[in-house]
T-cell receptor, first 112, second 114 residues
Framework: DAKTTQPTSMDCAEGRAANLPCNHSTISGNEYVYWYRQIHSQGPQYIIHGLKNNETNEMASLIITEDRKSSTLILPHATLRDTAVYYCIVRDTKTGANNLFFGTGTRLTVIP | DSGVTQTPKHLITATGQRVTLRCSPRSGDLSVYWYQQSLDQGLQFLIQYYNGEERAKGNILERFSAQQFPDLHSELNLSSLELGDSALYFC?????????????FGPGTRLTVL
């Protein structure tokens, strides 16, 4: 599976958009980009995933560059409850096993 | 609430002992995954079961074993415990079907080995 690189930490003002970047320059054609987050020792929570096109759901938007070497998770209006570690994961689902490999993630702190 | 339950919530034991962690997946989910989260290693995949059979194996020690029962609940057995086994152990489940299915994580079991 392709390796991902994320900034260690980021701050965001409450109510503003939080843009979390992820670099996955070695991603292959079959690999999806997934985002999970973990709020202080709770179980990780799925946010969104995508292959080529930009994706949006009730939680966030995922913007994937045309060459697929990087992506950005956007939380449109960050709240204090969005303070968490955000993990960008690249995974080839065709292997049949869906186990996730978490890196170090980005610790997002939403500031009042 | 993800629908995945784990028991116990906390477990304190001594080195050399054996413990069993239990996980009940969401209703209808056939896959169960076990992950370990320690301070120095981060979140590490241990093992996956699908409908009672082992599907994938990660960084699981030989002292650890798991199984998934006919009712689909799963147990993770940790034996000859060492101080370094102290960690949060998460169970996750996902729905059956082709391709990727999001994983729903339980609240975890915090194991402390003294």
């Amino acid at each position: 599976d392709a390796k991902t690189t994320q900034p260690t930490s980021m701050d965001c003002a409450e109510g503003r958009a939080a843009n979390l970047p992820c670099n996955h320059s070695t991603i292959s054609g079959n690999e999806y980009v997934y985002w999970y987050r973990q709020i202080h020792s709770q179980g990780p929570q799925y946010i969104i995933h995508g292959l080529k096109n930009n994706e949006t759901n009730e939680m966030a938007s995922l913007i994937i560059t045309e060459d697929r070497k990087s992506s950005t998770l956007i939380l449109p209006h960050a709240t204090l409850r969005d303070t968490a570690v955000y993990y960008c994961i690249v995974r080839d689902t065709k292997t049949g096993a869906n186990n996730l490999f978490f890196g170090t993630g980005t610790r997002l702190t939403v500031i009042p | 609430d993800s629908g995945v339950t784990q028991t116990p919530k906390h477990l304190i034991t001594a080195t050399g002992q054996r413990v069993t962690l239990r996980c009940s997946p969401r209703s209808g989910d056939l896959s169960v995954y076990w992950y370990q989260q320690s301070l120095d290693q981060g979140l590490q995949f241990l093992i996956q079961y699908y409908n009672g059979e082992e599907r994938a194996k990660g960084n699981i020690l030989e002292r650890f074993s798991a199984q998934q029962f006919p009712d689909l609940h799963s147990e993770l057995n940790l034996s000859s415990l060492e101080l370094g086994d102290s960690a949060l152990y998460f169970c996750a489940s996902s729905a059956p079907g082709l391709g990727y299915n999001e994983q729903f994580f339980g609240p975890g079991t915090r194991l402390t080995v003294l």
